[in-house]
Each structure stands twice: as C-alpha cells, then as structure tokens.
C-alpha cells in the first residue's frame, strides 16, 4: 500500500521559533511533492511545492531526499498565524496522470 | 484572484437519497479533483477529471458515485444513494497543468447524512 506518513505531533513552539516537519513516502516512482496548511475545517491551502534542488519562500524552507523517501518543511521565525496543520502531499503517476495521496498532517501551534 | 467556488456549504440528507455537490473550478484551469475528507481524518482523493473524462479514481469511487461538467463552467459530484458513511467534507480543486499539477481547493461541502 503507497502511503505518506507524517508526525501527528502537535508541535508546540514560541514565536520566533524555527520548526521542521518530515514527511516520508513510500512510492518510489512519486513525481511531484507539495506541502499545504490546513486550519480547523477549512480547505487545504498551497503553501509550496517541492522541487529535487530544494526551494524557499520567505520563512518557508522545502527540501526533498529522493534517495531516502522523505520531503520536509523549516519554517523560521513562527508567527501565530504560522498555527495550523501542514499537509504533505505527494504525487504518483500511473497511467499518465497523477494520483495525490495525502499524509495526515502534522499539527503546529506557536504561543507567545 | 481567481479560487474554487463550492455550493452548497452544507448539505443535510437522509440515507438513500441522491445528493449533488456543485463547483466552479478556476476558469483557465484543465483538470479537476473531488476529495473527501471524514472529520478528524485525512484527505484521500477520490477522481480526477480531464478532457470531459474520468482520468484517474480511487477504490472509495464507486458506483454510487459520479462526475459530470455540464457546462463550460460547473463541476458536480453525484452520490447516489447516500449512506452515513458518506458524511464528510467534499472539497473540489482544479489545477493548471502548466503549473505542475498545484492543486487550488473550493471552500468544500459539508455532507452530513442522517
């Protein structure tokens, strides 16, 4: 069975905090690789994708290990806003499209 | 800017009855998605759709459900006869294939099924 695992947590940080978040897969043909927050009963929300170099965006750091199945999210300096659930997504491709498969989440709360 | 447009926000329905999910993807994007997402539980995919066709769904799509594009514009999901199992929140995405497949998500439908 291709699953995506994700720590649960929740982390609990201070603001100003930096984080990481893992998220394993087990699909070695997975193509392509998001994370997305969620916040309590809302849609998820792209946060970035993942690209083999590793990306940035602002205080958003992702980076993917093809040899050992995994991505993973840094997030510096936490904001209250930064509180949610972060989404691993990865993308299979069989039949020439693309299968998202979700990980449960890792749940984040920042505190003053 | 454009989003992912999702009616009604809450549905309430009683076993066995016929329940269609409506969304208005984003104008210029080519594929869309249902999901499903059981409280407390993960979001698991269920079809993408493409051309006016099925491309891909997963073993929780079964007879019981369907898609249609209508029209230019709309996206529905179709559950048969409903089960309370079914009771959930439906989210609908589109994506851009130019955009490598980053997916944008509707508000989503609650369904509860009593």
């Known amino acids: 069975r291709k699953e995506v695992e994700q720590d649960p947590g929740p982390f609990n940080v201070p603001e100003g905090a930096t984080v990481a978040f893992n998220c394993t897969y087990s699909n070695s043909a997975s193509q392509s690789f998001f994370w997305y927050r969620q916040d309590c009963r809302k849609e998820p929300k792209l946060l970035m994708s993942v690209y083999s170099s590793g990306n940035e965006d602002g205080r958003f750091t992702a980076q993917l290990n093809r040899a050992s199945q995994y991505i993973s999210l840094l997030i510096r300096d936490s904001k209250l806003s930064d509180s949610a659930t972060y989404l691993c997504?990865?993308?299979?491709?069989?039949?020439?499209?693309?299968?998202?498969?979700f990980g449960r989440g890792t749940s984040l709360i920042v505190h003053p | 800017e454009p989003e992912v447009t999702q009616t009604p926000s809450h549905q309430v329905t009683q076993m066995g009855q016929e329940v269609i999910l409506r969304c208005v993807p984003i104008?210029?994007?080519?594929?869309f998605y249902w999901y499903r997402q059981i409280l407390g539980q993960k979001v698991e995919f269920l079809v993408s759709?493409?051309?006016?066709?099925?491309?891909?769904k997963s073993e929780i799509f079964d007879d019981q459900f369907s898609v249609e594009r209508p029209d230019g514009s709309n996206f529905t999901l179709k559950i048969r006869s409903t089960k309370l199992e079914d009771s959930a929140m439906y989210f609908c995405a589109s994506s851009d294939e130019g955009q490598g497949y980053e997916q944008y998500f509707g508000p989503g439908t609650r369904l509860t099924v009593t």
């Open positions: 759709f493409y051309n006016n066709e099925i491309s891909e």
């Open positions: 104008s210029n994007h080519l594929y």
């Open positions: 997504v990865v993308n299979a491709e069989p039949g020439g499209s693309y299968i998202p498969t």
